[in-house]
């Protein structure tokens, strides 16, 4: 089994709005490991981007703080670090990728001076001339063509797809052990989706990382991911090796989302299937019901959902390492 | 497409802004305002020294003549003679430029750099005390009346605790040091608010833009992210803020000027109109006008220098 | 179009009672109630309709006989502040009524019609605002001569430019939007896409800018006073701080005081409100 750099525990973090304070993430659990992808699955306002800004330690407090739970890397607690120690790690060890590249670098400085200044900051031995010539090398890396032209160019001079692998570039500089992707492609034209989840991948298989892939895609997710967590209104509520996810889905949330994937599979194809869709809405985070909080989307909603026997919580289901927080499971 | 060929054309864009701003000066003070004949030669003039006072104004042109005179002038500053004085306007203003100059030069420096490191305080410590110490404390001094400030401060300061000079003027440096500090003090005070809110919320919008995210998580200092990111990015509408001002300053100060007796632009103008002195107002109206419209395009081209994404055109 | 609508009368509503939820600016709104409650009253003869009248000794200091002492010819200072309220607010309405409808109305036929008539009108504007306000407040003053009308029109006249850009943009966006196609489709002339679907539509902008100008003229209303061009033949804060001028000399200071603090608290109140407005209705501002 792969070593294990990354482990969040029990992970709360509120927000204090006008209206009280909300839980975006509430008792998360996963652990990422050298070398594999994590694929974090849900709709938007699931907590999955808090999740992955938490683990950063770029919650924005306020009006948002980790109210429990750990966030181990390493061995060593994040939660508990220090600024300027966190700061070390951040853009060092772990690394992270955002959704908008069109405006998550910054306009007025060249695409080189920005490589630059995060190898500037955590390797602070190497000469500028070094510093620049691994710039170059990080586009080359990343597939960028004429690295050392592009260099000097800012941000509005490229397409969305090659800020896309500039971003790629400045999370790899320094090789970290984990690399936090936001939707890394959903901003992007679907060729060059693929382009950059290749690129990706091929990257993890170089410097062996661990990522942690988040994404409301789930043909993504089948793409990319070694293992797979699901999460709705801040919790997740089921996780398990990708295969038997795609394969067995116990949570009927699951079991929606990918009903409502097109598929375009001939060997199912003898029948016209319709395309399922969830019915409802994400309950607000603000009252969540009792129970289970998918119960009013739910087709197997029963009487425990609704409260009888307290929250459902994360047990073990069929399959070595599948958990489901249900209490009627499929299957 | 070079830089100078952009400002070139920039200049070329000028031409018809200027054009109307002179239709403007004209229609005001050749078509709505009153005969000055009345001012001029007092309630009992003969129809015939009306009639040579407006041949020598050139006031018995047709209309389009008139216009062109006013173009005339944005071009020349020949701005002819004053009214109550006889001068030569020309040479007012620039005896009067230093007095003024000696003001707002000063104020225009210190309000910037304070407003603009009191901006950068705040933002550093948004939604914290201070932020919100320093945010009502700018809504407050743009709420006070600034003929209210200057009043009470020629009164208490200079009158009552004699601190500073009441009022007077000396040319030269640095002999009139001492007669516009106390202006200088009052004029940050009532400008103060205005900026710093106003460069608050420039460098505030840039601060959550995705780029900073970017940056925070590149694991840089939150100094760094300030000072390097989040202020390169407010620079230009900073720098916009602050040009625009500098044509300003030469109008000098209509208030602190008349009350503290300095002969500046602002006193001269205030002068001009107890007098009823049409030239003079005239001048400084299409003066100001100028100033503005070149530093504008001043503007424009510094844009291109600091924003890489502007493209010349 | 009609959820374009619906949209903006909520955002309207919410930010009413985001206002009201809110303790400094629920006591701003409050304080512009009271003013305007003031100025009604005095307008309709109940409050300080005697402010013209002596009531003791020229320069009377603060005493329980009159709260604010008096001015020269022995009148209450308290009632001229009182009666110089309706001034201020008349001024702050009139003058931002001319310039939110030549800022709104040029501004939207810039914006929808575009093209020659958008570059006519940009160069208008670009040309008003080429001369510094305070030269052409001025002039223009200056050039009309005394009175109330004079007031009016330089203050109005010099205000409207900013709220015209703003709306030539918005529209510009507007214009392009599903439901202005919709409107397009079913027929409807010019006249009614301006009026009923982008109006409605940029309206928070004149609520905004409305709170601004309101300011600005009572401000500037002290400019003019003091440059003799003020108002004539009833009480104004600009003339009252101009008086003052002679005054605190003899130590007289309760006029300065009292319209100082009269103009303070409404320009502090709609400075606030003007914020608290913004913030609530101009959703891509939210949170600063």
């Known amino acids: ?331 | 497409m070079n830089l100078y060929a952009y400002i070139f054309r920039r200049l070329l864009y000028v031409i018809p802004v200027l054009l109307g701003v002179c239709l403007i000066i004209f229609v005001l003070f050749n078509l709505v305002a009153p005969d000055p004949a009345y001012t001029l030669l007092g309630k009992h003039a003969t129809l015939k020294q009306i009639a040579e006072l407006h041949h020598e104004l050139g006031m018995d042109k047709p209309y389009f003549m008139q216009y062109l005179d006013t173009v005339k002038t944005a071009f020349t500053f020949d701005f002819g003679y004053s009214w109550s004085s006889k001068q030569n306007i020309w040479e007012m203003i620039k005896t009067g430029a230093g007095p003024s100059l000696a003001i707002t030069g000063p104020l225009f420096v210190f309000s910037n750099i304070i407003a603009i490191s009191l901006a950068l305080l705040v933002a550093f410590y948004r939604g914290k005390l201070i932020d919100k110490f320093v945010l009502i404390l700018s809504i407050a001094g743009m709420s006070i009346p600034s003929l209210a400030v200057v009043l009470f401060g020629q009164y208490f300061f200079a009158y009552k605790l004699g601190w500073f000079e009441i009022s007077g003027y000396e040319f030269g440096f640095p002999n009139f040091i001492p007669y516009v500090i106390l202006p200088i003090i009052l004029y940050i005070v009532i400008s103060f608010g205005a900026d710093t809110r106003f460069y608050r919320t420039v460098i505030l919008d840039e601060a959550y833009q995705d780029y900073v995210r970017t940056a925070r998580s590149k694991g840089l200092s939150e100094l760094k992210v300030m000072f390097k990111h989040v202020l390169k990015n407010s620079m230009i509408p900073i720098l916009t803020n602050i040009i625009i001002q500098i044509p300003s300053l030469i109008l000098g100060l209509l208030f602190a000027e008349s009350f503290f007796s300095i002969p500046g632009l602002g006193a001269m103008t205030i002068n001009a109109i107890n007098n009823s002195d049409f030239p003079v107002i005239k001048a400084m109206t299409i003066m100001s006008a100028v100033g503005f419209i070149l530093f504008g395009v001043l503007t424009d081209v510094l844009y291109t220098v600091v924003d890489p994404r502007m493209k010349l055109n | 179009m009609s959820t374009e609508i619906k949209q903006s009368k909520s955002l309207l509503h919410n930010a009413l009672l985001r206002i009201v939820s809110e303790k400094i600016s629920l006591a701003a709104l409050i304080i512009v109630g009271i003013y305007f409650l003031v100025a009604i009253l005095t307008g309709a003869g109940l409050l300080a309709s005697d402010w013209g009248k002596e009531i003791g000794a020229s320069y009377m200091a603060p005493s329980s006989i009159s709260y604010f002492g008096t001015d020269i010819f022995g009148r209450s200072v308290l009632l001229k502040t009182l009666k110089a309220t309706e001034t201020a607010v008349v001024i702050g309405l009139v003058v931002s009524v001319i310039a939110i409808v030549i800022g709104t109305t040029l501004g939207m036929i810039a914006g929808y019609f575009g093209g020659f008539i958008d570059e006519i009108i940009v160069w208008f504007y670009t040309t008003f605002s080429s001369i510094p306000n305070i030269m052409l407040l001025v002039a223009i003053a200056f050039i009309l001569g005394k009175g109330t009308t004079t007031i009016f029109l330089s203050l109005g006249l010099t205000s409207w430019v900013g709220l015209c850009r703003i709306v030539r943009a918005e529209v510009m966006k507007h214009k392009e939007r599903e439901y202005i196609h919709a409107a397009n489709a079913i027929g409807a002339s010019h006249l009614r896409k301006l009026w009923s679907h982008l109006l409605p539509n940029i309206s928070h902008l004149l609520i905004i800018n409305f709170t601004q100008t309101f300011d600005s003229a009572i401000k500037a209303e002290v400019v003019l006073s003091f440059l003799g061009l003020g108002v004539v033949g009833r009480p104004s804060w600009g003339t009252m701080i101009d008086d003052s001028k002679l005054e605190l000399a003899r130590g007289v200071w309760w006029q300065l005081a009292a319209a100082t603090l009269a103009m303070f608290l409404i320009v502090l109140a709609f400075n606030i409100l003007g914020d608290a407005l913004r913030d609530a209705l101009d959703p891509k501002l939210k949170g600063k």
């Open chain 1, 1 to 331: 089994m792969a070593e294990k750099v990354l482990e969040v525990k029990d992970l709360v973090v509120e927000f204090r709005t006008d209206r009280g304070a909300v839980k975006a993430v509430n008792g998360v659990n996963f652990d990422v490991f050298k070398g594999k992808t994590v694929g974090i699955v849900g709709e938007s306002g699931s907590g999955k981007s808090v999740t992955a800004l938490a683990i950063m330690g770029l919650i924005p407090n306020p009006p948002g703080r980790i109210a429990n739970g750990q966030i181990l890397f390493e061995g060593k607690s994040l939660v508990n670090m220090s600024a300027s120690e966190m700061r070390k790690i951040r853009g060092n060890k772990i690394a992270m990728i955002f959704q908008e590249p069109m405006t998550s670098l910054n306009p007025v400085f060249t695409i080189g001076n920005q490589i630059e200044e995060v190898i500037e900051l955590h390797q602070p031995h190497l000469s500028r001339s070094l510093r620049t010539a691994k710039a170059v090398d990080m586009l080359r890396l990343v597939g960028i063509p004429s690295p050392d032209k592009r260099i000097n160019e800012y941000p509005h001079q490229l397409s969305g797809g090659m800020r896309q692998r500039v971003m790629i570039a400045i999370a790899l500089s320094c090789e970290p052990d984990v690399l936090i992707a936001d939707e890394p492609t959903t901003a992007l034209d679907v060729t060059i989706q693929a382009q950059i989840l290749e690129l990706m991948k091929k990257l993890q298989k170089e410097l062996g990382m661990g990522i942690i892939l988040i994404t409301h895609d789930l043909g993504v997710v089948a793409e990319t991911c070694d293992t797979v967590a699901v999460m709705y209104c801040g919790q997740i509520v089921e996780s398990a090796d990708v295969n038997t996810l795609f394969n067995h889905p116990a949570h009927p949330y699951t079991k929606g989302l990918m009903d409502s994937i097109p598929s375009f599979d001939s060997t199912s194809g003898s029948k016209k299937e319709r395309l399922q869709t969830i019915e409802g809405m994400v309950p607000s985070l603000f009252d969540l019901p009792n129970g289970c909080n998918f119960q009013d989307r739910c087709s197997k909603v029963t009487d425990a959902c609704r409260g009888s026997q307290g929250d459902p919580i994360l047990k073990p289901s069929k399959g070595e390492g599948h958990y489901v927080a249900c209490f009627n499971p499929l299957n």
